[in-house]
Structures are given as structure tokens and as C-alpha cells.
């Protein structure tokens, strides 16, 4: 069947990020976005994986605009306090990614020789400085990863909407017919809107995928998340180039910085308390009051079929397994590129490879998700019990083949390439946590030519000098030079 015109219902940044990919990819179809402008959504701020970096080069758009827009900040990763011992980020850098044949062997060097987790990576990350050589030369990617004010972000998402030749639509979808053989036929609001293929982003409403029989399949058994308050706070002297993710007696908190305030939110398990209680234990936190802008309460998950007849689910619709690793944007990013390469000819066989493939998405951000969760915390009930929780098979058995060596990408050989978290991703948390055999890597490293080693060693010390000689500025003050430039 050719498809002439795909409607997208759901303005939310996940509807927005499929119609902009979609009308890049598919300039001549018609492509209309259908939101109320009524509705409102969820966040007080929010923050990427790389693949934002995708999005914005797959589509042309300057980052330096991007981030003046959103009042965005660069992100170079995410802090992990009180989760372990010590401190550690989960942060990804090109000069650490060296490898002998898969080994990550200058990660390896480092564990080989017992560094602190926070040296795994860059120390002008750690320390919120970057180069002054960044705003004269666009082309110099020291951030992959972002955090924006979702609010302005979304009005960003749809002034480019627009000008792709996007039609925004506002009203609210309340109804769908289906015709004879299953498929959408229209939906409808105040009026009655007829496509060829629908992309549901209605979030956790479902309100096209769920009237063609698509059930949530819950992964509440290990994953005990399923409240949260969220609540914004004023700026601070210094903005931190990371999100901060807190461990708290019961979940755990965020905090994510714009160029003018804090988003933040308290990420608990409502077993254990309510969220007038949780609200007492932020406050005691910065020992001051603060107002909760939104009470959220989720059941993490995913959609057993994310792609039935001619309908799609993408954001919210489709999965939600809890805010930690930020892993929302990028899955709805990783979706729409998958989708795209699918649509044109589908037929019953690929709809089945794609929902395989979002599946293996699914399972990828569930695990790695979980894994964050096997500390030796036991201050509280909570950590008692989520630390013992059953493990998924899936995780269980990437667990026992890195139980004496280091994640490779083999070990993800029968999963799709679209998934977010690969073998760096899961050794740089599970070094934070404590969970690496440090003397099963000395020995493997201690294995290859010394050669090799000695440049290993170099690559290390050409990073360190560097980082101590290079011109760099505040974080802070790269964004105002920033806005500046853009007045």
C-alpha cells in the first residue's frame, strides 16, 4: 500500500522528533501533527542520550541555536552520588574508547591500575570547564549529549516542525475507527482526520495503539520504581556539565541544569512511601521548602507490539521504564530511524523484525537500568530489598560472562543495533558500583606487548596535558558567551 499521508498524534517531544525525522525522510508525503495545545506535559526539564547528536545532524540543526532555544546546557554525562562508595559518572569520551581488536583497553588500563571511578573520565568534565575554542568552531563536538528546558524545547520542536512544511493540527483525539480488515481508518476530535498511517505519541493514553488490541506487558518485578514528584529550583553560581542522579532513602533524586534554574525530581517506590513523605525528604535534602510542580505515578514497561496494522507507537505509548539514564528521547530517536528504513513496503514480516527490534530496546534499558540497582546499600529497607531483587535472565547472563572480564560489543552480537547501551555503558557502571574484577583485568591487560601498553600510556598522558594546558572556561560562562553571540 503507498502511503500519501501519515498523521502524528501527540505534540509531545517524542510525536515532534517522529514527524521532523519522518518529513526529512519522507519530504513529499504529507506529514501533520496532531496536538491540543490545551494539554500539557510531563517534565521540568530533561536531558539526552548521544543520539541527540544524531537527530541533529540527521535534520541540519546548529546546536548552537539548539541550545539558546531550549535554554539547554551540554551534558557529559551523568553524576552517580551515594550509590557506591565513591562517586562515579557514566560518561562516554572518544579518547577512552581505544580498543585492541574488542578489548577496551585503555578503560582497561585505567582498572588495571585501581583508579579512582571518576577517573574513567575526562577531569574537565568532573570539573564543569571547557574549552574556549568551542564557541569559535562549530565543528569541535565536545558534547554528544544535552539538557534542555522541555517546555521551551517542545516550542523549539515546533517552530521546525513548520518550517519543514509540517502541519500542526490543534485538537484533541478522542476517538478512532478502525475498517473492515483492522486497520485505522480515521480518528477524530472536533473533526474527523483520515491517514494512511497514524504514529501514536498520546503517552501513557495510548489512545490509537491501545483500540487496536496492543497490551502492556509490566517489568514492575525488577523494576520497583513507580512515583515521582518533580519540582524546579533557581540557578546556582556554577552549572554542572552532568546530570546529577542522587541516591536518596528510597529511590533516588535528579537534578538537571538549564542555563537558568534546576529540573529536578525524586524518583521513588510508593511501596515504601507516600509523596507527601518523599516531598519531606527533599526538603530536608537542601533544607528548604520547595514546591512540587507534578505528582507522577508510572508502571514500567513496554507495549507487547509496538507496530500493529498501519499505527506506530512511539514515546510514552510504546515504553516507560523510569527516568534514570535518561533513556526516553533516545529510544523515540532510535524508533523513528528504525521506522524509517521500514515504512515504505511494509508488510507483515517487517512489522514483526521492527517490534523485535524495539523489543530488544526495551530489554537493553531494562537491564542496564537494573544493574544500577545491585549496590551494597542498606541504610534503609529499601535498598535491603532492591539490591536482592530477582535478576532478568538476560542480565543474569551477561553478569556471569563478566564476572573475570571486561564487557566487548560481542556480547551484544544478537541484539539490534539500535539499542541504547552497549559494552562501555555497562563497564563504566559497573566499575562505579564495585562490580569488577580489577585483578582479572590487571592480568588480561598485563597480557598484551608492551609495546601496545607504552601507547596506551601515551594516549593517557597526551589527554592529561591537554586538559591542564588548554584555555578553558566555566560551563556557566560558555553559555552566556553563548546567548551573547546570538543577540
Not at 284 to 293: D, L
Not at 476 to 482: E, P, R, S, T
Request: aromatic share 12%.
Amino acid at each position: 500500500m503507498k502511503l500519501n499521508k501519515i498523521a502524528v498524534v501527540g505534540g509531545g517531544t517524542a510525536g515532534l522528533i517522529s514527524a521532523l525525522i519522518l518529513k526529512k525522510r519522507f519530504p513529499n508525503k504529507t506529514i501533520d501533527v496532531i496536538h491540543s495545545s490545551k494539554l500539557g506535559i510531563i517534565g521540568v526539564g530533561e536531558g539526552s542520550t548521544e543520539h541527540w547528536r544524531q537527530f541533529m545532524e540527521f535534520l541540519g540543526i546548529d546546536q548552537f541555536e539548539m541550545l539558546r532555544r531550549t535554554d539547554g546546557s551540554l551534558k557529559m554525562g551523568i553524576m552517580f552520588q551515594d550509590w557506591a562508595d565513591k562517586p562515579y559518572m557514566h560518561s562516554l569520551q572518544s579518547t577512552f574508547d581505544g580498543k585492541a581488536g574488542q578489548h577496551p583497553i585503555v578503560y582497561s588500563n585505567l582498572i588495571a591500575r585501581g583508579v579512582d571511578p571518576l577517573e574513567l573520565v575526562s577531569q574537565s568534565s568532573v570539573n564543569s570547564l571547557i574549552g574556549q575554542d568551542y564557541l569559535t568552531d562549530s565543528k569541535k563536538f565536545y558534547a554528544n549529549q544535552f539538557h534542555f528546558n522541555t517546555h521551551k524545547l517542545n516550542e523549539y520542536l515546533l517552530e521546525l516542525c513548520v518550517s519543514s512544511g509540517i502541519d500542526i493540527i490543534d485538537d484533541v483525539v478522542n476517538d478512532v475507527t478502525l475498517d473492515d480488515n483492522g486497520n485505522v481508518k480515521s480518528v477524530t476530535g472536533e473533526k474527523e482526520y483520515k491517514y494512511d498511517f497514524y504514529i501514536d505519541s498520546t503517552g501513557f493514553k495510548r489512545i490509537i495503539i491501545g483500540k487496536l488490541g496492543a497490551k502492556w506487558i509490566s517489568h514492575a518485578k525488577y523494576l520497583k520504581m513507580k512515583s515521582a514528584i518533580v519540582f524546579p529550583l533557581p540557578e546556582e553560581p556554577s552549572i554542572p556539565m552532568w546530570t546529577l542522579a542522587k541516591a536518596m532513602d528510597y529511590g533516588w533524586l535528579f537534578r538537571i541544569p538549564v542555563y537558568d534554574r534546576f529540573g529536578n525530581g525524586y524518583i521513588f517506590d510508593s511501596d515504601y512511601i507516600t509523596a507527601d513523605q518523599a516531598k519531606d525528604e527533599v526538603e530536608r535534602y537542601f533544607g528548604k521548602k520547595i514546591e512540587v510542580a507534578k505528582t507522577i505515578t508510572f508502571d514500567p514497561g513496554a507495549l507487547d507490539k509496538v507496530w500493529i496494522k498501519n499505527c506506530v507507537a512511539i514515546g510514552l505509548s510504546a515504553s516507560f521504564v523510569e527516568p534514570l539514564e535518561a533513556s526516553s528521547i533516545g529510544t523515540s530517536i532510535q524508533q523513528v530511524f528504525l521506522l524509517m528504513h521500514r515504512l515504505e513496503n511494509y508488510d507483515d514480516a517487517v512489522i514483526e523484525s521492527y517490534n523485535k527490534s524495539c523489543n530488544d530496546i526495551l530489554i537493553n534499558i531494562r537491564d542496564f537500568i537494573v544493574t544500577h540497582y545491585l549496590t551494597n546499600k542498606t541504610n534503609t529497607q529499601f535498598w535491603k530489598d532492591v539490591s536482592s531483587i530477582e535478576l532478568p535472565k538476560t542480565l543474569k547472563k551477561k553478569l556471569d560472562l563478566w564476572k573475570h572480564k571486561l564487557p566487548v560489543s560481542e556480547d551484544f552480537s544478537s541484539e539490534s543495533q539500535y539499542i541504547l547501551f552497549n559494552a562501555n555503558n555497562y563497564l563504566m557502571v559497573l566499575y562505579g558500583l564495585g562490580l569488577v574484577d580489577k585483578d582479572s583485568v590487571k592480568l588480561e591487560y598485563e597480557s598484551y606487548p608492551e609495546e601496545l601498553r607504552n601507547y596506551i600510556e601515551s594516549i593517557l598522558h597526551q589527554r592529561q596535558s591537554y586538559e591542564m594546558n588548554s584555555k578553558m572556561m566555566t560551563h556557566k560562562k560558555f553559555l552566556k558567551k553563548l546567548r551573547e553571540s546570538g543577540e
